[in-house]
T-cell receptor, first 109, second 113 residues
């Protein structure tokens, strides 16, 4: 079983839509959780950390459900510039990050 | 802001060549990592290092070695490149605290012919 699993998509949504991505992880002892964004042919960059109580950054909301071992990312009012691949990242041991394969999002005018 | 620099953006090598991929970070981070990224497989950890001269195998170390002689530099070595090592290679670093994020270099697209 993979450490981290994501629906690869693709998600094609119109501008202004709300879209949600989920990600599940297998190690219940995992400590830290992140969402990274990767543009085509670029390196991944941190979008946001995910905290136990959930957290919001502008149009982006991240949630963690430890009991069900999943994290989610909600994007409201989608912009064309949100088109990218979103990577779910789990730090299982304090020093080994596991990446999902990414979910592809295309926002359509 | 943290800068992680990889020496080459694109590399083309021949089967059997020895290949060095260099990575330098400027934020005095203890931890450095080498990943490869392939379509459908995501990022997979090759090796990581948590201190000078220290190294740990990741999930796919076969065919690779690493060197960390100085804190800021972490090198990935392909002793004898093979075609199945054609991939995007990403270096990353982070500080030693918990919940600290990874900073990535811009990647090296290696093609082995």
């Amino acid at each position: 079983r993979k450490e981290v699993e994501q629906d690869p998509g693709p998600f094609n949504v119109p501008e202004g839509a709300t879209v949600a991505f989920n990600c599940t992880y297998s190690n219940s002892a995992s400590q830290s959780f992140f969402w990274y964004r990767q543009d085509c042919r670029k390196e991944p960059k941190l979008l946001m950390s995910v905290y136990s109580s959930g957290n919001e950054d502008g149009r982006f909301t991240a949630q963690l459900n430890r009991a069900s071992q999943y994290i989610s990312l909600l994007i409201r009012d989608s912009k064309l510039s949100d088109s990218a691949t979103y990577l779910c990242v789990v730090d299982s041991t304090g020093n080994q990050f596991y990446f999902g394969t990414g979910t592809s999002l295309t926002v359509i005018p | 802001d943290v800068k992680v620099t990889q020496s080459s953006r694109y590399l083309v090598k021949r089967t059997g060549e020895k290949v060095f991929l260099e990575c330098v970070q400027d934020m005095d981070h203890e931890n450095m990592f080498w990943y490869r990224q392939d379509p459908g497989l995501g990022l997979r950890l090759i090796y990581f290092s948590y201190d000078v001269k220290m190294k740990e195998k990741g999930d796919i170390p076969e065919g690779y070695s690493v060197s960390r002689e100085k804190k800021e530099r972490f090198s990935l070595i392909l002793e004898s490149a093979s075609t199945n090592q054609t991939s995007m290679y990403l270096c990353a670093s982070r500080s030693g605290g918990s919940n600290e994020k990874l900073f990535f270099g811009s990647g090296t697209q290696l093609s082995v012919l």
